[in-house]
Antibody, heavy 118, light 107 residues
Framework: QVRLVESGGGLVQSGRTMTLSCSAS????????MHWVRQAPGKGLEWIAF????????DYADSVRGRFTISRDNAESILFLHLNSLRADDTAIYYC???????????WGQGVLVTVSS | EVLLTQSPATLSLSPGERATVSCRAS??????LAWYQQKPGQAPRLLIY???NRATGIPARFSGSGSGTDFTLTINSLEPEDFAVYYC?????????FGQGTKVEIK
């Protein structure tokens, strides 16, 4: 079955960098676009980044464009999110999710917590 | 950018009752709308895609309707496990948007 497992979160100081990973299994990773979605404590869902299956095209929310970079390793079935210039308001649970066939997000990982201290 | 506005923010109901959650788009999205359920401490789960189609494994008590700008998620006869937060979502070309969420809580 489809499985997505995030890792790499934790406590980081404001202004520093962090890289999140999402290991995928149970499907042909290279055929699917992939997303990162975050959720600040007690808040709703915020889509932040998408990468197409072929890795050539990427989309970002305005809130992270220029600071975060999404990438993927199709050979290893791993999705990445590189977080630069972190701010306190980047504190959130970060989820990876698979792009579904109907413009939805059909499978989600369990999420990883990133806490940015000032 | 399409904005999605959900109402109400909180819905207080008893098990066995029907829940109706609304999602209004700031401009027409045709039927390009999905619904998700999120329970405390868990990841979101896809319920409905393309406004009215249940995702794999979703019970028949969940249904979606609407098109254009007004959409509804209905949960017939609430089960204890249905008390959760529900989000609508739309994709537009190069961005994905979520509604702010509706909490369905036990009355």
């Amino acid at each position: 079955q489809v499985r997505l497992v995030e890792s790499g979160g934790g406590l980081v100081q404001s202004g520093r960098t962090m890289t999140l990973s999402c290991s995928a299994s149970g499907f042909i990773f290279s055929r699917y676009g992939m997303h990162w979605v975050r959720q600040a404590p007690g808040k709703g869902l915020e889509w932040i980044a998408f990468i197409w299956a072929d890795r050539n095209n990427k989309d970002y929310a305005d809130s992270v464009r220029g600071r975060f970079t999404i990438s993927r390793d199709n050979a290893e079935s791993i999705l990445f999110l590189h977080l630069n210039s972190l701010r306190a308001d980047d504190t959130a649970i970060y989820y990876c999710a698979r792009d579904g066939a109907h413009r939805d997000l059909d499978y989600w990982g369990q999420g990883v917590l990133v806490t940015v201290s000032s | 950018e399409v904005l999605l506005t959900q109402s109400p923010a909180t819905l207080s109901l008893s098990p066995g009752e029907r829940a109706t959650v609304s999602c209004r788009a700031s401009q027409s999205v045709n039927n390009n709308l999905a619904w998700y359920q999120q329970k405390p401490g868990q990841a979101p789960r896809l319920l409905i895609y393309e406004a009215s189609n249940r995702a794999t494994g979703i019970p028949a008590r969940f249904s979606g309707s609407g098109s254009g700008t007004d959409f509804t998620l209905t949960i017939n006869s609430l089960e204890p496990e249905d008390f959760a937060v529900y989000y609508c979502q739309h994709r537009r070309t190069d961005s994905w948007t979520f509604g702010q969420g509706t909490k369905v809580e036990i009355k």
